[in-house]
């Protein structure tokens, strides 16, 4: 029979629920939800986590991380516009 409150039906419990009760001092309740900083759900060092009280907070660090994603590839592809005009100048005046 499990003991933990987050245990499955074969009493196992996921590191990163332990780890964050640890690092918090109090259990994870149903509905919380851990999150990676790093999105690495392999790194359960204390420090790489971070409780949301709920699913909806916990898509907001997806929400963002997508659109730091989504800038970067914009700013990439302006710059590659940018250098494509400077060739396509380039090749005009030499026409």
């Given at each position: ?12 419990v996921f ?61 990439a592809w ?16 030499e026409s």
């Open positions: 029979m499990p003991t933990h409150h987050r245990a499955n039906k074969a009493g196992y590191e990163h629920i332990l780890v964050a009760e640890e690092k918090y001092g109090r259990p994870i309740v149903n509905g919380e939800i851990i999150h990676h900083l790093d999105h690495n759900k392999k790194n359960n060092d204390p420090d790489n986590l971070v409780i949301c009280p709920n699913q909806t907070v916990h898509r907001l660090f997806h929400t963002k991380r997508l659109k730091v994603r989504i800038k970067k590839m914009m700013d302006d710059k590659c516009l940018a250098e494509l005009d400077e060739v396509l100048e380039e090749n005009d005046e």
